[in-house]
């Protein structure tokens, strides 16, 4: 019996928490972690890789983790 009353308050947990998302939507918030870089130092990026610098480099210059340099990179298909 207080397994059915456990579940059913799972349940409208769920429901209200994606209401909640929901509205936050509508009302122009965007949830998550803020991007690292920037739109115009993402195309830096990938003009300087192609110019020759390493992932390394461009990791100590823009004072990011590498793997974030590997991340734009792949996902611009040039990895």
Not at 10 to 26: F, H, P
Not at 41 to 49: A, D, F, G, S
Request: hydrophobic share 35%.
């Amino acid at each position: 019996m207080v397994g059915v009353f456990a579940e059913f308050e799972r349940n409208m947990l769920k429901e209200r928490t994606q209401k909640g998302l929901e509205y936050a939507k509508g009302q122009g918030r965007v949830g998550g972690r803020k991007p690292k870089l920037k739109p115009i130092q993402v195309q830096e990026i990938i003009q300087l890789y192609g110019g020759g610098k390493s992932a390394h480099e461009l990791s100590q210059l823009f004072n990011v983790h590498q793997a974030t340099i590997y991340r734009v990179l792949k996902r611009n298909n040039l990895n």
